[in-house]
């Protein structure tokens, strides 16, 4: 028996088929719409900073209140989608954030924009768990890693493209006009999933099974997992929020360069994510305690790359430490999602994916941007980042204390 072995190792078709690429490419797309809704906000700082004199803690929290929300909403609202249905609630959801997102480019003030950005976050709350039951119950057990991964580089690969596009259309249009597009492109693709998806070909039997709820936490190794991967993704919520706006205080570049600048890094990161999803798979080919030995080198490389890239002077070697810690500081979302498919009952997928989620986004995505905020109000920018970079240290820790103990209950 692999230390990874157990309930869910054997669900799902036998192979990949038509209708399941073009779901899946359906709900890449929303993971993308989803991202860029949520981060086409750190393109604007400056220009929110300026038109409504807010500070960095402000600007920190708009940047926190969504995965805030997301990790209170997540595991409720994804045990209703297992329960009454997957595809209907990712329909709603789709076209809630995508509401949501066209009330922030209306706001009239920071209150209004706060308020519009926790409605986003309830939209999104359970879209990353039911998103990714729906891809693991339409791919065989084999291809899991790597299509957890590529799906949830979605996210940062969204946040390039909120980022990159927001910034430049800010800058000829003003801020408000980039939250109307990420509305509109979120409609179009929720519509389209709803024509596309069926209930019935993609919610195996095994569905409606009445599993205990409390198996996707009774496991110990699978609660270090959790906090580990949320701890790793502490400073993936921050380089997200607030790259653009290093780029404009350390490099001095204007709005438009400073949000390209910083979606290049962000896709190196969802670049990474992919990489070390397809790696994860071949390693657990062999030995399914690869999986851990692979997110605690991760943890490790990316704390050492990005504390040294933030603490360096402006130059090529701190851009090429940063890009490298960004490539492989989100790595651990392929190895985290095949273990805990693999520990988990299939009539529980979602909500064993909410359970990360929550733990992604409670440990992680919402305190990140705003605890960066709090800081660079006293230290600057790039200290602040720096210091918010050894928390893959901690992410590394709780994967080794898990692979510890699933190693000793497969013996």
């Given amino acids: 028996m692999t230390p990874t072995a157990s309930l869910g190792e054997e669900s799902g078709p036998a192979k990949a088929t038509g209708y399941g690429w073009a779901i899946f490419a359906l709900i890449l797309g929303l993971m993308l ?16 900073k300026v038109d409504w004199s807010l500070t960095d803690e402000q600007l920190g929290r708009l940047g926190s209140i969504i995965p805030l929300i997301v ?23 789709a076209l809630l954030w995508s509401l949501a997102t066209l009330l922030c480019g209306i706001a009239r003030s920071y209150g209004e924009m706060l308020a519009a950005r926790a409605l986003i976050g309830v ?15 339409a791919f065989p057990a084999r291809m899991r890693a790597v299509l957890t991964a590529s799906f949830m580089a979605g996210g940062p690969l969204g946040s390039v493209i ?131 030995r692979l997110a605690i080198g991760l943890g490790l490389a990316s704390a050492a790359l990005l504390v040294t890239g933030f603490l360096l002077p402006p130059g090529p070697l701190q851009l090429m430490l940063i890009a490298a810690g960004a490539f492989v500081a989100a790595g651990t979302t392929g190895p985290v999602g095949s273990i805990v498919a693999q520990l988990t009952h299939p009539a529980l997928l979602a909500t064993a994916f909410a359970t990360v989620t929550l733990a992604n986004n409670i440990f992680g995505l919402a305190p990140g941007p705003w605890i960066t905020g709090q800081l660079a109000d006293g230290m600057g920018i790039g200290k602040a980042l720096a ?19 699933t190693l000793e209950n497969a013996r």
């Fill in 33 to 48: 719409s989803d991202y860029m809704s949520r981060q086409v906000l750190g393109a604007v700082f400056p220009l929110l």
């Fill in 71 to 93: 990790g209170l909403l997540t595991f409720p609202l994804s045990l209703v989608a297992d329960r009454f249905g997957r595809v209907r609630a990712i329909v709603v959801m």
């Fill in 387 to 405: 210091l918010c970079s050894l928390a893959p240290i901690f992410a590394a820790a709780c994967f080794w204390r898990a692979k510890r103990i």
């Fill in 162 to 292: 909120g980022v990159a596009l927001g910034g430049t259309i800010a800058a000829q249009y003003g801020w408000r006009s980039p939250f109307a597009m990420m509305a509109a492109i979120g409609v179009v693709l929720a519509l389209g999933f709803a024509l596309v998806a069926r209930e019935k070909r993609l919610a195996p039997p095994l569905s409606q099974e009445r599993a205990p709820i409390r198996s996707v936490i009774a496991s110990p190794a699978l609660r270090l997992v959790y906090l580990g991967s949320g701890l790793q993704l502490f400073i993936c919520g921050a380089i997200t929020a607030w790259l653009p706006s290093w780029f404009g205080r350390v490099h001095n570049l204007p709005l438009d360069t400073a949000g390209q600048a910083a979606a290049g890094i962000l896709l190196l990161q969802a670049f990474g994510m992919i990489v070390f999803g397809q790696m994860s798979d071949r390693l657990a080919l062999r030995d399914g305690g690869h999986r851990f």
């Fill in 123 to 137: 939209g999104e709350a359970a879209y990353g768990s039911v998103g990714l039951a729906v891809i693991i119950g």
